[in-house]
Structure formats: C-alpha cells, structure tokens
Nanobody, 120 residues
Framework: VQLQASGGGLVQAGGSLRLSCRAS????????MGWYRQAPGNQRELVAS?????????AESVKDRFTISRDTTVAVEMVYLEMKSLKPEDSAVYYC?????????????WGQGTLVTVSS
C-alpha cells in the first residue's frame, strides 16, 4: 500500500484546510484509515479515524471542528480531513494512516506527512 498525502499549508487562526490522502496498491484489504499529527517535541497522536464501514472517531480536541471522510473505488482509496476553525495548537505535521488486513497479520502504512501551520 502506498499513501500520498497533500493539502497542508499556512492558514490563519479560524481558517480552514482540507487534507487529502490517496492510497494505492492492495487497497481492497485496507481496513481502518485515519489521520495522525505530530507537533515538535510531542508524540504522534490520533486526530481522526474511519473504518471501512464509515464509522468515524475523533480526538476530543478536534471534535466538532474536523471531519474525516472516505471514498472507495476499485483501485484507489481516498481519505480526507476537513479542518475548520483552526487553532495555532493544530499546527503539526499530519500523517495519513492505513491498516492493511490479511489473513495472518495487520500492517500499518503511513504517508509522508503534510505540514499544517496555523498562525495566530
């Protein structure tokens, strides 16, 4: 599975951004997908996740501001993160994540990261 994330950038507090992640390869076996973020000096943390059935989960800090969605085709999985009312504390590198499920194991795949900077 290959993950390609895009959509980061610089935005003022209160603004919006939309992150996109394109998963290719063995996408038929992808289970959960999600977005994590890591700010300097902090551990990587889960922002939002979505199951193959569309069930969403969010970190408390982003509930009611961020929305995760997923679009599935035969050869490509897309996952999006719509971010609104951005705050300076949302600044981080955002990573796309996918779980690949096979009969004997579950593997985690990561995108390259996209930088989000929110200015005050």
């Amino acid at each position: 599975v290959q993950l390609q994330a895009s959509g980061g950038g610089l935005v003022q507090a209160g603004g919006s951004l939309r992150l996109s992640c394109r998963a290719s390869g063995s996408v038929i076996s992808i289970g959960n997908m999600g977005w994590y973020r890591q700010a300097p000096g902090n551990q990587r943390e889960l922002v939002a996740s979505i199951t193959s059935g569309g069930k969403e989960d969010y970190a408390e800090s982003v509930k009611d501001r961020f929305t995760i969605s997923r679009d599935t085709t035969v050869a490509v999985e897309m996952v999006y993160l719509e971010m609104k009312s951005l705050k300076p504390e949302d600044s981080a590198v955002y990573y796309c994540h996918a779980q690949h499920v096979s009969w004997d194991r579950i593997r985690d795949f990561w995108g390259q990261g996209t930088l989000v900077t929110v200015s005050s």
